[in-house]
């Protein structure tokens, strides 16, 4: 497949860079050394999916690509509604009407999917007034929270400015608000650290109510129960 603009993929963090090709990657810092064309990491990567249950499937690079994230296709009324976007841009995947985005860390390859899909892509407005996102095409730019298809999306702020987490049906996508380190939960430090713990207390607040039985982070799946304890001691005590 011919790519339709210059874009090339960063092998440490999986961020795609468009348009240029800049010294050292906008996101995680790596020389340019460390890049590829988009074109090079569809033909050396292709996308492998997990089953969550029978509604979500995890979407992940392989052999494994940079920061190793995780999006999510939900199999709703018919349609197929990503969570955030795989670094890789592969044609053989079902298309997916939407890419709805937790934050602007990990937009992907989306570009390339709403071009050869013509997927419609969601973000929160502040996130899509960010520098690192002035290259990426976004549809619809929300600054409400809202419900759509049964997927309801929460505000909390913090990590980013924008981050939105999500609830389908008993499922919640946390992405990389809450990161599993050495078998510990700690809250993203790449960012304000006072607003995203507000952020985390009022996730808490927002889903304590809530009937949910697994989380889907950026790297793992975790039965809720045992995320929800681990969780509830990080807002806590701070670990």
């Known amino acids: 497949m011919k790519m339709l603009e210059e874009q090339y993929v960063c092998l440490k963090c999986g961020y795609n860079v468009i348009n240029f090709?800049?010294?050292?990657?906008?996101?995680?810092?790596?020389?340019?050394?460390?890049?590829?064309?988009?074109?090079?990491?569809?033909?050396?990567?292709?996308?492998?999916?997990?089953?969550?249950?029978?509604?979500?499937?995890?979407?992940?690079?392989?052999?494994?690509?940079?920061?190793?994230?995780?999006?999510?296709?939900?199999?709703?009324?018919?349609?197929?509604?990503?969570?955030?976007?795989?670094?890789?841009?592969?044609?053989?995947?079902?298309?997916?009407?939407?890419?709805?985005?937790?934050?602007?860390?990990?937009?992907?390859?989306?570009?390339?999917y709403r071009s050869y899909y013509?997927?419609?892509?969601?973000?929160?407005?502040?996130?899509?007034?960010?520098?690192?996102?002035?290259?990426?095409?976004?549809?619809?730019?929300?600054?409400?929270?809202?419900?759509?298809?049964?997927?309801?999306?929460?505000?909390?702020?913090?990590?980013?400015p924008g981050f939105t987490i999500y609830i389908f049906e008993k499922t919640l996508f946390i992405c990389d608000y809450v990161l599993l380190r050495n078998q510990k939960f700690i809250l993203n430090p790449y960012g304000p650290s006072k607003p995203t713990m507000e952020g985390a207390k009022e996730l808490n607040n927002f889903i304590k109510n809530k009937d949910i039985n697994e989380v889907c982070g950026f790297n793992y799946v975790m039965d809720y129960q045992k995320w929800e304890t681990r969780f509830l001691k990080l807002i806590s005590y701070g670990y």
Request: hydrophobic share 35%; proline share 6%.
């Open 21 to 112: 090709y800049p010294e050292l990657c906008p996101f995680c810092g790596a020389p340019n050394d460390n890049f590829i064309t988009a074109e090079e990491g569809t033909r050396k990567y292709r996308i492998v999916s997990s089953k969550v249950n029978d509604k979500i499937i995890r979407l992940i690079s392989y052999p494994s690509l940079g920061l190793k994230h995780s999006a999510y296709c939900l199999k709703v009324e018919g349609k197929n509604i990503w969570i955030d976007c795989p670094s890789i841009f592969s044609k053989d995947l079902e298309p997916m009407d939407k890419i709805i985005f937790t934050h602007n860390h990990f937009l992907g390859a989306s570009n390339l």
């Open 118 to 160: 013509t997927a419609f892509i969601w973000i929160h407005k502040k996130d899509s007034e960010h520098p690192l996102t002035a290259h990426h095409p976004f549809d619809k730019k929300f600054e409400q929270e809202f419900k759509i298809m049964g997927i309801q999306a929460f505000h909390i702020d913090g990590h980013t």
